[in-house]
Each structure stands twice: as C-alpha cells, then as structure tokens.
C-alpha cells in the first residue's frame, strides 16, 4: 500500500456513513418518509441531505436546526444541503429527535393531519392545521 491510498483508508476509517429509513405516521395512511444519511466524522456528526429532510417535514432547515441543535446542546451550523452538529451524536438519537420534532412541530394534536403550517402571533408560535382547523401552541425554538 502506497502512502497515498493508505491515508485514503484511514480516512475512510474515520468516515462512516449511515442511512437510517424511517417513516412516520399521520393520520390514515399519511406518512412521512424520511433517509437521514449520518456522516461521523472526527468529532463531528454530519446530516448529509439535512434540507431534504426539513423539506419532507414542510419546515424550515433553520427551525429542525435550531430544534436538533437545541435538544442536543449541542452548537451546529448549516451548511449548505448539510447540517454539521460538533461531538458525536448517534443515529438512533437523530432518528428520536426527528420522531419528536414531527410530533411537535408538524402533526396536528387534534386530527392527526400532517397539513399544518407554523404561525407567529405577536411572540407566540402555533401549529395551525389545514384540514380540522385547530391551532394549537406550541414552544418557540
Ligand atoms: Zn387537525
């Protein structure tokens, strides 16, 4: 093995992808299909197709963001499609967090529906749901 391709290895020894499927149910049959690809990295844990998942969810990247780095204290950025979280988070914490978030923040209490939307009122948030109408508080992240 040449210097060259045995630094490749190690790299690659220190990179470690992991695709997660996970659905998450509405109401019926309305479900959420969500493939969170998990890079750990050094001491970081990447989201690789962070924007995809936000978009799925019908949120906004910055608001899952603020969520996940919130839950986890720990700091993280977004860049780009990616989400980069420092330390090492493990999958089956994302994946727990990303079941809470779409409780929270995306299925509607009453009806189940997964057509809401997040509305501000002066310096309150809510979960205003498109099919039974209800609109219900919620915590601002
Ligand atoms: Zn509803």
Sequence with gaps: MDLSSREAYEKM???V????QMNIAGRGERSI???PEIVHEHRQT???NFKQLADALGREPQHLARFIFKETGRPGTLDG???ILSGRVGDEELVKLLQLYFR????CPVCGGIDTKIISEKRFRFLACEICGAKT???KI
């Excluded at 992808?17 to 997660?20: A, G, H, I, R």
Aim: net charge positive; aromatic share 4%.
């Design 13 to 15: 020894l220190d990179r």
């Design 17 to 20: 992808l992991t695709k997660v």
């Design 33 to 35: 299909s969500l493939t």
């Design 46 to 48: 990447i989201i690789q």
């Design 81 to 83: 499609e990616r989400a």
């Design 104 to 107: 929270e923040f995306v299925k």
């Design 137 to 139: 508080s919620i915590r």
